[in-house]
Every structure is written in C-alpha cells, then in structure tokens.
C-alpha cells in the first residue's frame, strides 16, 4: 500500500497538474500514477462540493444547508466517477484505445483536483462577496471547471493515445454510453421489484390460505 501512497507519486500528482500534456502520458506509458490517490481525490471533491453547497454565502447559494446529505452526495459522486470510467473503457475498447481502466480511473480522479482547489477558495470568498460582486465567486468556480475540463479532455487523449477529434467523439460516446448503463440499471431494478413483489404475494396468499 506505502507504494501506491508514496511521496513519489503524491509528487507526480501535482506534476500532472502543471504538466498534464507529459504528466498522462507517462501515466500510461511508466504507471507512474496513483488509482487510490485518485479515488482520494474523488472523496474530496465531494466533501469540497457539500461544503460549498453548504457554506457558500446565500448571495451565490440558493441552497438550503438543511437539505445537504454529505453521504448521499459522496455516493453519487463516487457512482458518477465510476460509471464514467467503466463507460468510457467500454467506449475505447471498441475504439482501440491503449488506455486500460486503471489509467483511466486515474486520469479522471487527478483532473478533480483543479476543482478541489477552487471550490475552497471559492467558498471562502462568497463569504465576502456582496450581491453585486457575485461575478469574482463565479470566476474562480469557472476556472476550477475549466481547468478540470481541460485536463480531462488531455487525460483521455494520452492514455488512449487518440487524437483532439476522435477524444472529444469519445468522451461523447462516454456520455451516451453512462446513459445506456444507468438505463440498464434502472430497468434491472425494476424487474428484480417485479420478480420480488410477485413472490411476495405468492406467499401472502399460501399464507392466508393456511
């Protein structure tokens, strides 16, 4: 575990950060990244997402912090950043992209950490923002997105080694392909509830009979 953690890779992280062009190509090609640093990651953009959804000033917020759930917001982050990688491997598979799931789940969970650090800043500074001046708070979450974007955009495109076009097709087929799976998903759902609630009363009756 110490290896996965070590000072090495907490370095080439924020390497990755300046230099994402060289820092997600060596992640593929030398495994020099981190798949639980990047699952870290995605639990602080989550704690950082609630907190400003909790702590934002309601200039900016219109929120109600009473109705934040930081566990059920964490779970669906943590089901979002999953089942976009497991839709985009699906996608590159078919596309013959170089990049296994392990690079790939890197790659997402480092372009979070643009957003972490302005999503704190952020937070802070609509404590001082007054309704007039909301456009500074706005400005750092638009940069902390961007750069996020960006760094996604370069991260699929090294460790597929893809082109600009074919990566922003892919990420698109991304997209469509988490749709299909959480279709998939719901319809399993609803066929295992039918499948339960039809054995359920089959009981109920056997039950009563008796």
Known sequence: MKKYFSKEKWKY?????????DGYYWIRRKDKGSV??????????SLCFSLNRYGASFVVNDVNPRNVNSL?????????????????????????????LKDICTAV?????????????ATILSQGVA???????????GVGIAW???????GIMQVHNYSLGKTIITLFLTLLAVFIIIF???????????????????????????
């Open 131 to 141: 309704a007039d001046e909301e456009a500074f708070y706005f400005i750092v979450m």
């Open 184 to 210: 998939l998903m719901l319809l399993l759902l609803n066929l295992i509830t039918q499948v339960y609630n039809f054995f359920y009363s089959i009981y109920t009756e056997l039950v009563f009979r008796n």
């Open 148 to 154: 996020g974007a960006l760094m996604l955009l370069m």
């Open 109 to 121: 969970g480092y372009a979070l950490l643009p957003l972490i650090l302005c999503y704190i800043p």
């Open 13 to 21: 992280l924020w390497y990755t950060l300046s230099h994402p062009m």
């Open 72 to 100: 059920t917001e964490l779970l669906g982050v943590a089901l979002l950043y999953f089942l976009f990688c497991v839709g985009n491997w699906s996608v590159t598979c078919l596309m013959n992209g170089e990049g296994r």
């Open 36 to 45: 639980p640093i990047a699952l870290l990651l995605v639990l602080g953009f």
